[in-house]
């Protein structure tokens, strides 16, 4: 039996979450639109709205799930991989909120819970299985062995995809956060209007770097024959980046499962929720055979239920850490000890 309080802050959305059991009863978000001004997350100004949101926050969780302080029986928190200003306002409330109330610490790996995030809900996926975790910050195909039993399997070797469809919005002139914007647009275009260079990495890892620059010197060379070309064509540009950004993550996969003769396919991350990725999976999954796993929206993006259920599965272990815990804006994928 346990009750565990989560808090998430490793950029720009302060949430807490409610797991009581190994079930969700409360996700509060609290979103940061000041960034939108400035057309991307300013690291000093999200970590003083942290502040600003985090007790309020927590206030909102307790209430949702209709349980008090006293029922608590652990803290989890995200430790890292983040922003360090953002991460430093979690952790150091998570430990504070321990200390006063003698509770235990569990650190969570960002990274760790964007995948446990599938067994928040029915159906969860059977191990091992395979994740392709798509975010602004991480492309990764990761064999998953066990709750936290994991390996990166191949990665993005420079920029990840979700930062190729920011800045291709950016390059658009479409206001942050740009991602969704161009799935909404790609929805009313055609995917085969325009191509656009597939990079050619070994392996299973990724490269997105020179992707955005073909897209920046494309926009270019057609906006000197035409100033409007981007206000003419904008559906079916943006539907030609999706399709081409999803085919490159989707090859590896398809080769990653063949690889090591998994069918167990599944992706989360911020860009899981981008409805061209979850429908060609979809029909991956009819063309392969795959028992395909997306999570909800609400868990796609980050949130602290995904750090809720992954410190459940940790709680379950005993796996605490001392008030001595550190945020980490970079760390190693092998999990906190």
Same mark, same amino acid.
């Given at each position: ?6 808090? #998430?802050?490793?950029?720009? #959305? ?23 001004? /400035? ?41 890292? !991989? ?5 991460? =430093? ?9 321990? $200390?006063? $109330? @003698? ?6 790996n ?5 995948? $446990?995030?599938? /067994?928040?809900?029915?159906p ?9 975790t ?21 990665? *993005? =070797?420079?920029?990840?995809?979700? #930062?190729a469809?920011?800045?291709?919005? +950016?390059?658009?002139?479409? !206001?942050y956060?740009?991602? !969704? ?10 995917? =085969? ?8 990495? +070994?392996?299973?890892? /990724? ?12 926009? &270019?060379? %057609?906006?000197? %024959? ?7 064509? =904008?559906?079916?540009?943006?539907? *030609? ?5 999803? %085919?490159?993550?989707? @090859? ?7 690889? /090591? ?11 899981s929720?981008?409805?061209?990725? &979850? @429908?060609a $999976? ?35 272990? %005993? ?10 804006? &970079?760390?190693?994928?092998?999990p906190? +000890?």
């Amino acid at each position: 039996m346990s009750v565990i309080l989560a808090i #998430e802050s490793s950029c720009d #959305e302060t949430s807490v979450a409610i797991c009581n059991n190994g079930k969700i009863t409360a996700n509060v978000i609290a979103n940061q639109t000041i960034h939108q001004n /400035y057309g991307g997350v300013i690291p000093e100004l999200a970590s003083r709205v942290h502040q600003q949101n985090i007790i309020p926050v927590i206030h909102q969780a307790l209430a949702d799930a209709k349980v008090s302080k006293k029922d608590i029986n652990a803290i989890a928190f995200t430790r890292g !991989p983040g922003l360090l200003g953002s991460l =430093l306002v979690g952790v150091s409330f998570a430990k504070s909120f321990a $200390l006063a $109330l @003698n509770l235990p610490l569990i650190a969570v790996n960002h990274m760790h819970a964007h995948i $446990l995030a599938h /067994y928040i809900d029915e159906p969860k996926p059977e191990f091992p299985f395979l994740c392709l975790t798509v975010s602004g910050g991480h492309t990764q195909i990761v064999l998953v062995k066990d709750y936290f039993d994991m390996e990166i399997i191949g990665e *993005s =070797l420079d920029d990840a995809a979700g #930062e190729a469809f920011d800045k291709t919005a +950016k390059i658009l002139g479409l !206001p942050y956060p740009g991602g !969704p914007l161009i799935d909404k647009h790609a929805a009313k275009g055609n995917p =085969l209007a325009y191509k656009f260079a597939v990079p050619q990495i +070994k392996d299973l890892n /990724y490269s997105f770097s020179g992707f955005k620059t073909s897209i920046l010197y494309f926009i &270019r060379a %057609q906006e000197k %024959q035409n100033p409007d070309f981007i206000v003419e064509n =904008l559906d079916d540009i943006c539907a *030609s980046v999706q399709h081409s950004i999803v %085919q490159i993550l989707l @090859n590896k996969l398809k080769k990653a499962a063949k690889q /090591y003769g998994i069918k167990e396919i599944a992706i989360a991350g911020g860009v899981s929720a981008n409805s061209g990725l &979850r @429908n060609a $999976l979809g029909q991956l999954a009819t063309d392969l055979g795959w028992n395909v796993y997306i999570p909800a929206f609400e868990y796609c993006t980050d949130n602290a239920a995904m750090i809720a259920i992954a410190g459940h599965h940790k709680f379950m272990r %005993q796996e605490f850490v001392g008030q001595d815990v550190a945020p980490a804006s &970079r760390m190693e994928f092998n999990p906190v +000890k």
